[in-house]
């Protein structure tokens, strides 16, 4: 049996965290100015402040600040809204982010509307997500994003390619579809109403698993060959991660997995420093 070739994310993190920082460094030293990135957080959940450390340790690699809002974990969304707001407004601050989860009866779509799309680098902003769809520029979701950065980085063609995207959100299913679309890949959505999953899986040539369920996808869903990216990020009981494939299934089957931990993950994290350091160059060529 042919092992799976695995596809780490860790070599695709490090050039876009590099592209970063040389942005960085130029607006620095011609500007004065350093992007600077605001994660909001209105939680205690401690899967989230491991997230937003490791966003932080990140950034400071690339010569991006980043702050963190701490919200009281039973803030009102008028609050939240204010702050998001507030940032928005303030001309030293590149990138925001909105983090969940959110308090009870706190919608993110609702709140993300505070944040202005210049400065939305999650894509969380509807306003955002309808450019995205429409075609125009826009910063897509990270996560959406990371999944065609990572098939880039592995020589994965997308042209003409079957995509069967397991998952529906519009963090990372809805989004994904559009830049799969516009990479003139032939996209299916699947999602917790789809009829028969593995029948609909099975005929894809790349199977994106993206729907928060672990182990959800397994040798039965994918055709001999096909690639396999799971973006699942599913807690153990340990305190590890896993996906939303089945690794151990899929082994020998699937041409190419991309890991949980390790794959679209890292990608994730460096792209929203990316986007945080041409929101500030984009700033700066606006006020010239």
Not at 140 to 153: F, G, I, N
Request: charged residues 20%; hydrophobic residues 45%.
């Amino acid at each position: 049996m042919t092992e799976t070739t695995p596809l780490p994310g860790a070599g695709r993190a490090a050039a876009l965290r590099d592209e970063a920082r040389e942005i960085a460094e130029r607006l620095e030293r011609e500007h004065g100015v350093r992007p600077r990135l605001v994660v909001v957080v209105a939680t205690e959940d401690e899967s989230t402040a491991w997230y937003v450390r490791s966003i932080t340790r990140a950034a400071d690699r690339a010569g991006i600040a980043c702050d963190t809002v701490r919200l009281p974990a039973d803030a009102e969304p008028a609050a939240i809204r204010k702050e998001l707001a507030g940032l928005s407004a303030d001309p030293a601050v590149h990138g925001v982010i909105l983090q969940t989860p959110l308090p009870p009866g706190a919608s993110a779509a609702e709140l993300a509307g505070a944040i202005a799309p210049e400065k939305d680098v999650d894509g969380a902003n509807p306003l955002s997500l309808g450019r995205l769809a429409a075609g125009l520029p826009a910063f897509a979701p990270a996560t959406a994003e990371a999944v065609v950065s990572l098939l880039d980085a592995h020589g994965i063609e997308l042209s003409g390619r079957g995509v069967a995207v397991v998952g529906r959100s519009t963090v990372v299913g809805k989004p994904l579809a559009h830049l799969l679309l516009d990479r003139d890949a032939t996209v299916t959505v699947c999602h917790s109403r789809t009829a028969d999953l593995a029948a609909a899986t099975r005929t894809a040539d790349i199977v994106v698993a993206a729907a928060g369920r672990a182990g959800l996808i397994t040798a039965d869903h994918v055709a001999p060959g096909a690639v396999v990216m799971d973006v699942g990020t599913n807690p153990t009981e340990d305190g590890g991660l896993i996906g939303d494939v089945d690794a151990e299934s899929v082994n020998g089957t699937a041409a190419a997995l991309s890991p949980v931990p390790g794959g679209v993950g890292p990608v994730t994290t460096a792209l929203l420093l990316r986007h945080t350091a041409l929101a500030a160059l984009r700033a700066v060529t606006a006020d010239r």
